[in-house]
Nanobody, 115 residues
């Protein structure tokens, strides 16, 4: 059974920072492209950032220069460092583990950017 457990969400003021973590159980982590997605109310889920097993990264244009994805294969954990947060970053953030053979999702963590 694969589980992805996100943590680190919360309420932050505009301009603030948060770091999200996603811990993966099972043996898939090192074989998976790890990604962060988000879904705001009334909107479709969208890719925020992803990192392949080889370390290549991909970011949504809206977060480039503000968010950084990283992974620690020894700890089976992927991180999303979010700086200079804006109200439009408010959403539920989901962790994803993906390969040709599977796609697993976490339960999501709420990020709210508001003064």
């Amino acid at each position: 059974q694969v589980q992805l457990v996100e943590s680190g969400g919360g309420l932050v003021q505009p301009g603030g920072s948060l770091r999200l973590s996603c811990a993966a159980s099972g043996s898939i982590f090192s074989k998976s492209t790890m990604g962060w997605y988000r879904q705001a109310p009334g909107k479709q889920r969208e890719l925020v950032a992803s990192m392949t097993t080889g370390g290549s990264t991909n970011y949504a244009d809206s977060v480039k220069g503000r968010f950084t994805i990283s992974r620690d294969n020894a700890r089976n954990t992927v991180y999303l460092q979010m700086n200079s947060l804006k109200p439009e970053d408010t959403a539920v953030y989901y962790c994803n583990a993906d390969s040709r053979f599977y796609s697993y999702w976490g339960q999501g963590t709420q990020v709210t950017v508001s003064s």
